[in-house]
């Protein structure tokens, strides 16, 4: 969690740039596997307002965003803490992958899978608005484990898929490219995009630019466990979902 205010990132002098800002931020940050119903019912409910506040969803059902298959999807990681933001992760190895995207953009992802790629989507990200009107870098937090967990399961490439406005984020964070203009999406009011990258070309120059994504082995093991390389260790966790919720 963040101690203190917008105030305290100022102490020993204001960050000279945005990559020192988003360090700064991250040494108050822990990220936490969580395993109990009521830590995953934060996360659905923060989706649910975040969505909620900016008209995103085509109808109000409850308090809480859920998926089912992708959200109970086998191998899911949660995160704990006081819960400032959510991105959902998920890996697919094969036809047979449990990856949100497939549900509109099967035409591009479909074949990636049948040549063998490992995907990594990322979906669902949130964050609490009454902290990331304060902390502007905190959208870079919430993506930082989902490109670890891009990197710790090998993955080939990078999946999002964004609102129109909102692709010169995923471009930024990790080097996206448009490969299907938006649509439909079930569930939702807007339409969105299918953007990925060459993961292992765009981790370079991403952390090049972005340092403080990079991490080490015993950190993404701390959160997914031993490595596993989903592409060539037949059935095990070729479809992984991993939740990630960082607490701020």
Excluded at 95 to 117: T, Y
Aim: include cysteine.
């Amino acid at each position: 969690m963040v101690d203190g205010g917008p105030m305290s990132l100022a102490t020993g002098g204001a960050p000279a740039t945005f990559s020192d800002r988003v360090l700064r931020l991250l040494e108050r940050v822990e990220h936490r596997i969580a395993a109990t119903p009521a830590e995953r019912e934060a996360a659905f409910r923060l989706r649910f307002e975040a969505y909620e506040k900016i008209g995103f969803l085509q109808q109000s059902d409850g308090d809480r965003l859920y998926d089912p298959r992708y959200d109970d999807a086998p191998n899911a990681w949660v995160t704990d803490g006081e819960l400032a933001g959510t991105v959902r992760v998920n890996i697919g190895a094969d036809e047979n992958a449990i990856l949100p995207g497939l549900q509109v953009f099967a035409d591009v992802l479909v074949p990636r899978l049948s040549a063998g790629e490992v995907i990594a989507e990322f979906t669902r990200l949130a964050a609490r608005l009454s902290l990331s009107s304060i902390y502007p870098e905190l959208a870079y937090v919430m993506m930082r484990p989902a490109f670890m967990a891009a990197e710790h399961f090998d993955a080939d490439c990078a999946v999002g898929t964004p609102r129109a406005e909102h692709i010169a984020f995923y471009r930024r964070a990790f080097g996206a490219t448009v490969w299907r203009p938006p649509r439909d999406y079930p569930g939702l009011t807007a339409k969105l995009a299918c953007v990925g990258a060459d993961f292992r070309l765009a981790r370079q120059f991403v952390e090049l630019r972005y340092p403080f994504f990079k991490s080490d082995p015993a950190e993404r093991e701390r959160l997914f466990g031993p490595s596993k390389d989903v592409s060539r260790r037949g059935g095990l966790c070729e479809d992984t979902g991993v939740e990630l919720l960082g607490s701020a």
